[in-house]
C-alpha cells in the first residue's frame, strides 16, 4: 500500500460540485444524489473534543488507507458502506484533486445514535472509572488488574453520540436496549467483539496491539446492519506497538500509542496566555514539532499494519 505523497495539507474541503451535508471532527460530508454520501477525510485533528487550528499534513489519505485496509479484511463479518466507485467520478475535475486519496463514496445509511465501543485491555478513562468502582460502564471486572492490563476478554462498553463538540456519553448495554430495541442492540454488542478480536488478532501479527476501538453502525433500506464511517484508525483505535508494552505494564504506566497520545500530552501542559488550556476553543497554536511528530505517529502505524 502507497503511503500518502502529497504535502499539501487539506484543514477545510471546499466542493461546490456538491451539497455540504455536516462537517464532523475530521470529516466534510457532501450529498451524492439521495442514495450515496461522499466522506471527505481532512487533514484536521481533534483532542479533548476540541478541533485544533492546524492540520497534520496527510493524516487525511493515512485515515482512508487504513480504514480501506479494515474493510477489506473484515467484510465477511459485517457488510460496509462502501460503494465501490471512485469518489473522483462524483465531483468536477478541477475538484479532484481534493477528495483523491482521502475519500470514500458510500451509502446513505440509517444512523444509529450508539457508539459501539469495544475494550481489550484497561486505559484511558476506562482505567480511571475501574480504580473507583472495579467496573467500566457497569461491566465488572476482576479485582487487582492495573492501568494497561489486558482483560480476560473483551468488553463492550457503548456510549451515546454526541453532537460535534459535546462529549460522548458513556452508557450500560441495558440503556442501548432501550433506545434501539433488544435484537438490534444484542446484534451490534457481539458484531463489534467479533471485529475487535479479528482485527487484534491480525494487528498482532504486525507487532501492534488493538487496546480498544470505536464502531459505527447504520442500517440500509433492507434493514440489514452495515459497518460504517471509519473502522480501527488512529482516531478512533488506541494502538500500541507490542515492543515497550511489558515495560509500561510493570511501571503502570501508558504504553507509547500511536493515537493522538502525543499531542494530547503536549496539550496538557499548553499554556494559553499564561494559563494552562482549559479545553475549550479556542485551542493553542500547535508548534511544527508537535505537527511533524504527530504526523510521523499516524504514518507508522500505517506502514506496521499494511507494510
Known sequence: MNLPSNPTALHTS?????????????????????????????????????????PIPGKGEL???MALFWFDKLGHLCPNHLTGEAPESVVSPAEAAQVRGRSMLVQRLQPIPVEAVVRGYLA?????????????????????LTNAAKLPSPIYTPAAKAAVGEHDENITFERTVEMIGPEL?????????????????????????????????GLDPQGRLVL???????????????EGYA??????????????????????????NGKPWDKTAPAPRLPQEVIEKTAAKYREALQRLTG
Not at 186 to 199: G, L
Not at 228 to 242: A, I, Q
Request: aromatic content about 8%; glycine content about 6%.
Open 247 to 272: 515495560e509500561a505494564l510493570a511501571k503502570g504506566e501508558n504504553p507509547p500509542s500511536y493515537d493522538k497520545q502525543f499531542l494530547r500530552d503536549w496539550l496538557e501542559q499548553a499554556k494559553v
Open 63 to 65: 485515515l482512508t488507507q
Open 228 to 242: 460504517m464511517d471509519e473502522v480501527l484508525t488512529p482516531d478512533s483505535s488506541r494502538y500500541w506497538p507490542v
Open 124 to 144: 484511558g478513562s476506562g482505567w480511571k472509572e475501574y480504580q473507583e468502582s472495579q467496573s467500566v460502564c457497569g461491566v465488572p471486572l476482576p479485582a487487582g
Open 185 to 217: 442492540a444484542a446484534k451490534i454488542r457481539d458484531v463489534s467483539i467479533a471485529i475487535y478480536q479479528a482485527a487484534a488478532d491480525i494487528a498482532r501479527t504486525k507487532g501492534m496491539i488493538i487496546a480498544d476501538t470505536k464502531f459505527e453502525f
Open 14 to 54: 471546499a466542493l461546490s460540485s456538491l451539497p455540504l451535508l455536516a462537517r464532523g471532527k475530521v470529516r466534510d460530508n457532501y450529498a451524492v444524489g439521495t442514495d450515496r454520501i461522499l466522506m471527505v477525510a481532512s487533514d484536521r485533528i481533534s483532542a479533548f473534543d476540541v478541533i485544533m487550528g492546524e
